[in-house]
């Protein structure tokens, strides 16, 4: 069962979406209620939705992290959902959450003559061997983490802006998109997953599986074999939200290595592509080295569509 526009619910204002305001959750949950849907457990197919980190800080214009694009594919996201809640079994919501002392905040690392590195600097395993910037936490950790990152994983590290800090408001999901997930979990009667990550200090974490470097004395420091296995339950899962370049990449690419052996589990795999954007920054374009990663997924068996197609 999907919804046109026309059954998007009373309360739901697409002009709010990327605002911030209280949700109003006792009207979300009184209109789902009264869309008197079957509840999701009868569901065949079961499909999820898998929303990565879908919150202010990357989604407003304000935010602290803002994601240019990523209010439109809000707007889309949610009225996806309202359109075809009665198809959506579940829905998984990730929470990138993080504390100011964090190997990628600048309160980590200083140069010797004191000062911390501005946001959007990459630090090289080169600059660190050339002193350029120091580590105050972890040293020895630190430094092999930089050399891990380049070598595993052909990339730099980056500092990034504060931002999804724990008890913020930037770390709270939209407030549109939170009515929406409360419409679907009273119509469907559905509670949704709350995924938390990001919160390892000595790695980044981009990825809702799994950490960039893992980390063995930190339960959540390896692959999330737990998620997998649920997710593998579903015999679709959607998969979208911020941002495309980074966290829904990341995602996608332990997905990707996790079923490598099984293309027919990848072939359940559906990223909406108008429903994620890339990271900005200066100098750099995140952007195309996302989109020639995703061509090499499509090229392995990744299906990509997006919100105006039909489900399946």
């Not at 075809?84 to 959450?97: A, C, P, Q, T």
């Not at 052996?261 to 072939?267: C, D, G, L, T, Y």
Request: glycine share 6%.
């Amino acid at each position: 069962m999907s919804y046109g526009n026309s059954a998007l619910p009373a309360y739901y204002n697409p002009r709010r979406v990327g605002v911030l305001f209280p949700p109003q959750v006792q009207a979300a949950v009184e209109a789902g209620a009264a869309a008197r849907l079957p509840p999701a457990n009868a569901d065949d197919p079961k499909i999820a939705l898998v929303l990565v980190d879908m919150q202010i800080d990357f989604v407003h214009r304000d935010g602290a992290l803002s994601v240019p694009g990523a209010v439109a594919d809000c707007r889309r996201i949610v009225e996806w959902i309202y359109r075809h809640v009665g198809r959506i079994s579940k829905i998984f919501l990730s929470l990138d959450s993080h504390f100011p002392l964090q190997i990628f905040f600048s309160t980590w690392w200083r140069a010797p003559a004191g000062e911390h590195p501005p946001a959007n600097t990459t630090i090289s395993a080169a600059d660190l061997e050339a002193g350029k910037w120091q580590p105050l936490y972890k040293a020895e950790w630190s430094r092999a983490y930089v050399a891990a990152l380049e070598k595993e994983h052909k990339k730099q590290l980056m500092i990034w802006p504060f931002h999804t800090l724990v008890g913020t408001v930037g770390h709270n999901l939209s407030p549109s998109l939170y009515e929406a997930v409360c419409y679907h979990s009273a119509a469907r009667q559905s509670q949704p997953a709350k995924l938390t990550k990001g919160s390892i200090p000595q790695t980044e974490h981009y990825s809702i599986l799994e950490p960039e470097i893992k980390v063995a004395d930190h339960p959540g420091g390896g692959l999330n074999r737990e998620l997998l296995n649920e997710l593998s339950e579903y015999d679709l899962i959607y998969l979208a939200g911020q941002a495309k370049s980074h966290c829904v990449l990341e995602t996608v690419n332990s997905i990707m290595r996790a079923y490598a052996p099984r293309p027919e589990w990848i072939a359940r795999l559906r990223v909406l592509e108008d429903g994620m954007s890339s990271v900005h920054v200066p100098g750099l374009d995140f952007d195309a080295l996302a989109d020639a990663a995703y061509q090499r997924h499509r090229d392995n068996g990744l299906t990509f569509t997006d919100t105006t197609k039909a489900i399946g």
